[in-house]
């Protein structure tokens, strides 16, 4: 099977659900940004030493292709992101949280590899949040989609604190 398909030489892509939309469409612009996260937390999985931290990032990337298919998708009776997700990433969060000392100044990003890598997913979620926001508000997103870009951002925060404190 070959990479290339041609089908968008025309500046043109297609979604999960079938259309064809430009390639510079809001939502091939939000998952396109969810699948830098995924290649910034890639980054992050290689360069990390707390093993738990390795795992957790390998997890989250799991949970990134679905929520990359959640944006890829119009007007689908599927949704690959629901509360259970927001639920886990919660508890995940909260889990890191009580193991690290509490937090008395701002960090500088750059104490290791691994923690830099992380802050550069934290970054780059941050900016895919807004990018959905924009598409929020011209196309239907679930708010599911919102609540986990949200939270996303803080736990590669909370990650990089784990892989630099713990």
């Known amino acids: ?6 089908t968008g030489d025309k500046g043109t892509t297609g979604l999960l659900t ?3 939309v430009d390639k510079d469409n809001l939502r091939v612009e939000a998952y396109g940004n969810v699948d830098e996260i995924n290649s910034a937390l890639g980054l992050a999985r290689s360069s990390v030493v707390n093993v738990e931290v390795k795992q ?3 997890e989250l990337q799991k949970l990134l292709m679905s929520l990359m298919a959640e944006l890829a998708s119009v007007d689908s009776q599927n949704h690959y992101i629901n509360d259970e997700h927001v639920k886990l990433i919660e508890e995940t969060i909260d889990k890191y949280d009580a193991k690290l000392p509490a ?3 701002f960090l500088i990003p750059g104490e290791s590899l691994g923690a ?3 802050d550069i997913a ?3 979620a941050r900016r895919a949040e807004r990018q959905v926001i924009r598409l929020a508000k011209v196309e239907t997103v679930d708010n599911n989609v919102l609540l986990l870009l949200n939270r996303l951002s803080d736990l590669c925060f909370i990650l990089s604190r784990a892989e630099t404190e713990l």
Do not use: P, V
Request: hydrophobic share 45%; charged share 20%.
């Open 1 to 6: 099977m070959k990479i290339y398909t041609k």
């Open 18 to 20: 079938g259309q064809r």
């Open 56 to 58: 957790t990032i390998l």
């Open 103 to 105: 937090l008395l100044h």
């Open 116 to 118: 830099a890598a992380l």
């Open 122 to 124: 934290r970054t780059t």
